[in-house]
């Protein structure tokens, strides 16, 4: 997913996002400790949107700090 369209969900969006690619990172270190991984680049991809959605949330919660 493109930052434009992380920046269009909402926070619980953006959480539940986040959970899944969680999953989807720990299924592939399983896979790749047992030599099944045929995609390593995947983990980095998803290392990358993961920190995508944590960078977007922050932002959101440092705006909401300073409107408050």
């Known amino acids: ?4 369209e992380l920046r269009e969900l909402s926070v619980e969006e953006l959480n539940a996002r986040r959970r ?3 999953q989807e990172m720990l299924n ?3 896979q790749q400790q047992s030599g099944q991984l045929e995609n390593p680049s995947r983990l980095s991809l998803l ?3 993961v920190a995508r959605i944590e960078t ?6 440092i705006a909401a700090s300073k409107a408050a």
Do not use: A
């Open 56 to 61: 977007i949330v922050t932002e959101r919660g």
């Open 1 to 4: 997913m493109k930052t434009k």
């Open 28 to 30: 592939l270190r399983v």
């Open 47 to 49: 290392r990358r949107e």
């Open 20 to 22: 899944e690619l969680r």
